[in-house]
């Protein structure tokens, strides 16, 4: 199954203009804000929106088409065999987890895959019910069969949620943020479940998120979308390792900045601050081109005040004076903005917005540093990963 | 009660007063009743009969009710809120109008000389009123709309997620019907089914116009009680008993539903 997506969806004063490709047996992670139209592509996809514009097409056969050159194909979702999971795990509450499973198999008028061979198009109650078991036992629920919905936990409603969506043998699946209302534990757990399942299944699978944990452990690629649109995509280590914007660093946990490369490694920003790199810049930009460095929080280091006097103003002596080393961090003034807690300590963030910085709540009581103070900064040149900025259009193959 | 949820003492006044205005009347029927002549009119020829095409006529009209009802709560709620709105606002009407305005309505629609009526008498010889179809005619209209909010109300509260769910796992829209809306509004169908057919069952004015008042064809209960009422004292007591009989009836009727509505959320 190759899914291949080529949508314009209007909704209200929104515009989502994107196109997506995914193969079997692959996962594309659909990474974006809340509000960047990863949702109503999703919904695009099943059926249950009309684009303005555009194609759905599966291994060739047209699930919608909507534009000048022919009649508008919408074909109705519950023919298009694609599969939908949400957050919520939406169990039919008047079923037990068993029949849950066994409604698509059931209602579906489809010749079954997998098991048994039915006689007819639709498999029989007890036909259904056995291959139902079956998915059931795969999630590791079939001890749970005979409970009704309100009896199972969110992690289990979940599970047989994967079950049900699995069982309907769909040759596309679409996982809409499946994990976001779970707690860590059983989200991590249910993260590796899909994962296992997936790789059983062999479909085409798309989930969108907004958890960089899902892209990491699921997706085969990672596509960022940002305001209805596909800023970068591909491989998740170059997408998320070398991210093409600051939304997608800041999904990576990376500070980005851009400018261009000087001499000894130092990356120039546009107001004069220095940034240098340890490594050398892969591929080599040509003169004068723009350079994207990223850099984790943790590499920013905050020394009380500033050991380089007003080095904004960018005459060479940072640079030379630092060179004798060659990976030495060349220090700049920052302006402390605000302090938010972080997972190890405090976050905290300077005037001018593009940078941030972690460290202990100790190492800043030990700086005497608070809102408004002013620090000089320097970023391990180690940390720092330097690459060509990439074209924020035309990415997508 | 000391869950800081407590109800303010004052309001317990208008509330009695409310719940004494429910009960209290029936109180009094019961206390009047002349209990030694309660089983000989409520055996009578007369009473039976009218019994019995109360039950059938009620029974009737509610199965028409839900036949056809619940496919108009169905489009009333999926469609847009301003159609929705306009269809709800015209399916209710019945229910703020005066019966004896809906009995008047029905004889200019359906009468010898009316809309339809005329048609049908004309093309087919089919004269309506006054017959105990025009019975059934007269309590659907009046019981209709109960059954269409209800289940109109289910509907809404259900949403449509669970069948969108439903469609992404290959249910056509029927089996999607079939097998998700119909079990989620269940609960709302049977209290709609109840509303109807206790309006039904008790319904005078509509059919008093529409639909005459023979006895044996279109005197149901409400009506034989008005007409014993209207009768001598002695037939007065007549129609304590057979008020009483319809309460009855119509309690057991409640019961029966509720029992039915409950046994399958006990099954494991």
Redesign the interface.
């Known amino acids: 199954m190759t899914l291949i997506a080529d949508l314009e969806v209007h909704r209200g004063d929104f515009t989502l203009d994107a196109r997506i490709r995914v193969d079997r047996g692959e996962t594309l992670a659909l990474l974006g804000p809340n509000g960047s139209g990863k949702s109503t592509l999703l919904a695009t996809v099943a059926g249950l929106l009309t684009p303005r514009r555009g194609l759905v097409n599966v291994d060739g056969r047209v699930l919608t088409r909507v534009d000048e050159a022919g009649p508008t194909v919408l074909m109705s979702p519950h023919r298009r065999r694609i599969g939908l999971l949400g957050q919520d795990p939406l169990l039919f509450p008047h079923l037990s987890a068993l029949e849950n499973v066994a409604f698509g198999p059931r209602s579906s008028g489809r010749r079954p895959v997998r098991g048994a061979a039915a006689g007819g198009p639709r498999a029989t109650a007890a036909d259904a019910r056995s291959r139902a078991l079956r998915w059931l036992d795969d999630v590791g629920l079939a001890g749970l069969a005979a409970r009704k919905p309100a009896e199972l936990s969110g992690g289990q409603q979940q599970r047989v949620a994967i079950a049900r969506a699995l069982a309907a043998e769909p040759g596309v699946l679409l996982l809409d943020e499946p994990m976001a209302a779970l707690d860590v534990e059983t989200a991590a757990l249910i993260r590796s479940l899909l994962r296992e399942r997936l790789a059983a299944a062999n479909l085409a699978t798309v989930i969108v998120t907004h958890d960089v944990v899902d892209a990491l452990v699921l997706a085969d690629r990672v596509a960022i979308l940002d305001d209805g649109r596909i800023l970068d995509s591909g491989e998740a280590a170059d997408v998320l390792g070398r991210p093409a914007n600051r939304f997608a660093a800041a999904l990576a946990g990376l500070n980005l900045v851009e400018g261009t490369l000087e001499a000894g490694g130092v990356i120039r920003l546009p107001d004069g601050r220095p940034v240098r790199t340890g490594d050398a810049v892969t591929p080599m930009p040509d003169a004068g081109d723009r350079v994207t460095a990223v850099f984790p929080p943790t590499a920013v280091r905050i020394v009380a005040s500033p050991t380089v006097r007003a080095s904004g103003t960018a005459s060479s002596d940072g640079i030379d004076a630092a060179s004798p080393a060659g990976d030495q961090a060349v220090p700049f003034p920052a302006t402390v903005a605000r302090l938010e807690p972080a997972v190890r300590g405090v976050r905290v963030t300077f005037a001018g917005d593009d940078i941030a910085a972690e460290c202990s709540a100790a190492e800043l009581l030990a700086l005497g540093v608070g809102e408004g103070s002013t620090v000089s900064l320097s970023i391990d040149p180690a940390c720092v990963t330097a690459y060509p900025a990439k074209s924020p259009l035309g990415v997508m193959g | 009660m000391r869950d800081g949820t407590g109800i303010p003492r004052l309001l317990y006044l208008p509330a009695a007063v409310a719940f004494a205005l429910l009960v209290l009347p029936i109180v009094g029927l019961i206390v009047r009743a002349d209990w030694p002549r309660v089983p000989a009119a409520i055996v009578s020829a007369e009473a039976l009969s009218a019994l019995g095409l109360s039950l059938q006529t009620a029974i009737t009209a509610t199965v028409l009710c839900v036949i056809v009802g619940v496919p108009l709560a169905l489009v009333i709620a999926r469609s847009g809120p301003r159609i929705g709105g306009l269809l709800r606002a015209l399916s209710t009407l019945p229910l703020v109008m005066p019966p004896l305005v809906g009995g008047i309505a029905l004889l200019y629609l359906l009468g010898r000389n009316g809309l339809v009526g005329g048609v049908l008498d004309l093309a087919f010889g089919i004269r309506i009123p006054f017959t105990t179809a025009a019975v059934v005619i007269a309590q659907s209209f009046v019981a209709l709309p109960f059954l269409v909010i209800s289940v109109e109300g289910a509907l809404r509260t259900a949403g449509t997620?669970?069948e969108?769910?439903?469609?992404?796992?290959?249910?056509?829209?029927w089996?999607?019907f079939r097998?998700?809306t119909l079990?989620?509004i269940?609960p709302g169908v049977v209290a709609g089914t109840v509303l109807c057919f206790a309006r039904a069952l008790g319904e005078f004015g509509a059919t008093a116009l529409f639909a005459g008042n023979a006895a044996g064809i279109t005197r149901t209960m409400p009506l034989a009680i008005y007409t014993a009422f209207n009768g001598a004292g002695v037939a007065q007591d007549s129609a304590i008993a057979l008020s009483l009989l319809l309460i009855v009836v119509a309690v057991v009727i409640l019961l029966l539903l509720r029992s039915w509505r409950t046994e399958p959320e006990r099954r494991?």
Request: charged share 15%; net charge positive; aromatic share 4%.
């Open positions: 997620r669970f969108t769910v439903a469609a992404t796992l290959g249910a056509s829209r089996t999607v097998r998700i079990p989620l269940l494991p």
